[in-house]
């Protein structure tokens, strides 16, 4: 379900790309963490204007949606 790290997409994607992911965590109680997290991430990084540093925010977030989805897919 994840892209590629390397792929481009843009804030509001991964926003919702993040946000769909949450709907494969085991419990409710997860899924309103990781969503909270996913907000809060957003709105700190809302005023960011780099694109080099935008697409860096974008890549790194990515590559932890899936550490946290094979983290929690193992135990299962």
């Known amino acids: 379900m994840l892209p590629l790290v390397g792929a481009e997409l843009t804030p509001v994607q991964l926003y919702r790309l993040l946000l769909r992911c949450c709907r494969q965590l085991p419990t409710a109680a997860m899924q309103r963490h990781y969503r909270h997290a996913i907000r809060q991430g957003y709105v700190s990084h809302s005023d960011e204007d780099d ?23 193992k135990k299962k």
């Open 51 to 73: 694109p080099e540093r935008i697409q860096m925010i974008i890549q790194r977030a990515v590559a932890d949606a899936a550490w946290v989805l094979d983290k929690y897919n």
